[in-house]
C-alpha cells in the first residue's frame, strides 16, 4: 500500500465524495416527491393517472438505472434535449427511485387496516383530517424501514454515474487505475469514502426504525 | 425459532468451509508453477488449447464486432494469424481502454491486442513485445469550430478523452487547465462528441481520423494530426510472461518477411483510411523506420 499515493489523491475522492452525495441528496429528495404523489394517486384510485403510475412503476422498477441514464444522457440529445451530466443524474436517480419510494409509502399506507378511516370519519372527522392525524402518521412509521433502505439502495447506484462522464467516486478510482495502475489504493480508497458516506445513513436509518416502531397501533 | 438458528449456523459453517477450501485448492495450482504467478506460460496455453486475447469491441477499425457478432478489425487480423501459428483457438475479451492493464495483471487474458500504446509507465506494469503500428495522438473537432492549437484555451470549453488512454495522461500532464470530460469507452465517448457535449476530442491519431473520416458528411475534421511524441504499439503480456513475449516477438519477425501487416491495412483499415496512410502506420518485423 502506498501511503503517499492515497495522501496525494484523497482530495479528489473527497471531490468526489461532495458530488457522489450532492447528486444523491438531490435525486432521493425528487424521488420522495415522486413517491409520495404516486402513492396517494393510488391509495385513493384516481382514474387514469392510477394506469399511468402503473405503467411508470412497473418501467421504472424493471429496467436498470444504467439503461435509464444512457436512454437520458445519449438518448435525449437526438431529440433535441442536450442535458449536463449532473441534471441527468439527478433525473435519473428520481426516474428509478420515485417508483420504489412509491412502493414502500404503498405499502405503509395499505398496513392502515380500512376501519380506522371509517372511524375517524364516523367520529365527524373529514376526509382530509382523517388522513392527516390517523392514516399518514402511521402509514409513516411502517414505511420507515423500506424507506431507509430505499435511500441506502439509491446512494449505492450512484456508482453507476461514471457511465455518463461523471467524476462521482467510482469513475474517480477506475480513472485513477487508469492513469497510474495503483489498482489497490484506488479501490481502498473507494471502499472507505463509501462506507464514509454510507454507514452514518445506515447506523442513523435504524435508530429511527427503533422509535417508529413505538408508533404503530395495535401491533 | 431455534431451528431456524441452526440451520444458519450450519450453512454459515458450510459456505465458510467451501470457501475456505476453495481459496486452499487455488493457492494450491499456483504453488506448482513455482511462486504465484497469475500469467499462462507458453506451454500452458498450447496444452489448454485456447487463448485469451484482450480486444476492443467498439474501436472500428481496430477493433470491433460486426453485425454478425464476430470480432474483426486491425488487430483481430493479428490475434487470429497468432492463434493460427500458435495452433490453438482464441477466445476474445472485450476490453476497455481503462482496465487493459488490469486484466493482463489478474491473468484474465494472456496477451492484449487492444490498440495498446507503448509507454513508460504502462511499461513497468506489464510487458510489451515488439511494435505492429505506430500512432501519436490528434484531435479531432467540428469544421465550423475547429481546433488547431490546445494554447490559450477557452476555459468554459471542454475536450473528450477516454479515461486510461494516452490521450488523458497526456492532456494531464501538460494541459492541466483544460476540463476534460471522461468516458470509459469509446462508444460513450463517440456519441457524447455527435450530441455535441464537448468542442474537441483527443485520442490517438489514427482513430480520430477514421472517426473523421467515417462520419465526413456530419463537418468533423482532424485540426491537429499530430500531437506530442510518434509513439508505437504493441501486443502486451503480463509481467515476467517471457515465453509467450518471446514467441510473439519471433512470430512478428516472421511474420515480416511476408510483410504480413500490409496484408492486414488492405484488408482492414485500408476500407477507412485509403491507401495513402498504409507506409507510415504500419511496422513491419517489429522495427520501426527512423
Not at chain 2, 506494469?125 to 490559450?152: C, H, Q, R
Not at chain 2, 490517438?204 to 477514421?210: K, M, R, S
Amino acid at each position: 500500500m502506498n501511503w503517499d499515493f492515497i495522501a496525494e489523491y484523497l482530495p479528489m475522492y473527497e471531490r468526489a465524495a461532495i458530488l457522489t452525495v450532492k447528486l444523491g441528496v438531490i435525486g432521493i429528495v425528487f424521488a420522495i416527491l415522486v413517491g409520495l404523489i404516486c402513492a396517494m394517486i393510488q391509495y385513493h384510485k384516481i382514474p387514469v393517472a392510477r394506469q399511468i403510475v402503473a405503467v411508470y412503476i412497473e418501467l421504472s422498477r424493471n429496467t436498470p438505472l444504467l439503461v435509464q441514464l444512457f436512454f437520458i444522457y445519449y438518448g435525449l440529445p437526438k431529440l433535441g434535449a442536450n442535458l449536463s451530466p449532473e441534471v441527468c443524474g439527478i433525473i435519473g436517480l428520481a426516474f428509478l427511485g420515485g417508483s420504489y419510494m412509491a412502493e414502500s409509502f404503498r405499502s405503509g399506507l395499505e398496513t392502515i387496516a380500512p376501519i380506522q378511516r371509517e372511524s375517524a370519519l364516523s367520529l365527524g372527522m373529514t376526509n382530509r383530517q382523517a388522513m392527516q392525524y390517523i392514516i399518514l402518521p402511521q402509514a409513516v412509521s411502517m414505511s420507515v424501514p423500506a424507506f431507509v433502505a430505499n435511500v441506502i439502495f439509491l446512494l449505492k447506484e450512484t456508482s453507476v454515474f461514471s457511465a455518463i462522464s461523471l467524476m462521482d467516486l467510482m469513475f474517480t478510482a477506475k480513472d485513477l487505475i487508469g492513469l497510474y495502475y495503483k489498482t489497490i489504493e484506488s479501490l481502498f480508497l473507494l471502499v472507505v469514502f463509501y462506507l464514509i458516506i454510507l454507514l452514518p445513513v445506515s447506523i442513523l436509518g435504524s435508530l429511527l426504525e427503533r422509535r417508529m416502531r413505538h408508533a404503530g397501533f395495535g401491533s | 425459532m431455534k431451528n431456524l438458528k441452526k440451520f444458519l449456523a450450519l450453512s454459515l459453517a458450510v459456505v465458510l468451509t467451501a470457501g475456505v477450501t476453495a481459496c486452499g485448492s487455488s493457492s494450491d495450482n499456483g504453488s506448482q508453477k513455482s511462486g504465484k504467478e497469475v500469467y499462462r506460460t507458453l506451454d500452458e496455453i498450447k496444452e489448454d488449447g485456447t487463448i485469451n486475447i484482450g480486444v476492443f469491441s467498439d474501436k472500428n477499425p481496430f477493433g470491433y464486432v460486426d453485425e454478425n457478432g464476430d470480432y474483426q478489425g486491425y488487430d483481430v487480423y493479428f490475434a487470429e494469424r497468432l492463434a493460427k501459428d500458435m495452433g490453438v483457438k482464441v477466445n476474445y475479451v472485450s476490453t476497455e481502454a481503462a482496465n487493459r492493464i488490469e486484466y493482463l495483471q489478474t491473468g484474465k487474458v494472456d496477451v492484449i491486442l487492444a490498440n495498446f500504446t507503448v509507454t513508460e509507465e504502462r511499461a513497468e506494469e506489464v510487458d510489451f513485445a515488439d511494435p505492429y503500428m505506430n500512432v501519436s495522438l490528434g484531435v479531432v473537432s467540428k469544421e465550423d469550430n475547429e481546433i488547431t492549437t490546445l494554447d490559450d484555451w477557452n476555459k468554459d470549453d471542454s475536450v473528450i478523452v477516454i479515461s486510461g488512454t494516452t490521450a488523458e495522461t497526456y492532456l494531464t500532464k501538460n494541459y492541466p487547465d483544460i476540463p476534460l470530460q471522461k468516458f470509459d469507452s469509446y462508444a460513450t465517448a463517440k456519441e457524447a462528441f455527435e450530441n455535441g457535449t464537448s468542442v474537441a476530442w483527443a485520442n490517438d491519431n489514427t482513430e480520430v481520423l477514421a472517426f473523421a473520416l467515417q462520419n465526413a458528411d456530419k463537418g468533423y475534421v482532424v485540426g491537429i494530426p499530430e500531437l506530442g511524441s510518434s509513439d508505437s504499439i504493441a501486443p502486451a503480456v503480463t509481467k515476467g510472461n517471457d515465453t509467450l513475449r518471446d514467441w510473439i516477438n519471433e512470430e512478428i519477425k516472421t511474420l515480416g518477411e511476408e510483410q504480413f501487416f500490409h496484408a492486414d491495412y488492405e484488408a482492414t483499415l485500408a476500407d477507412t483510411y485509403g491507401l495513402d496512410y498504409e507506409d507510415s502506420l504500419v511496422v513491419e518485423g517489429g522495427k520501426k523506420s527512423e
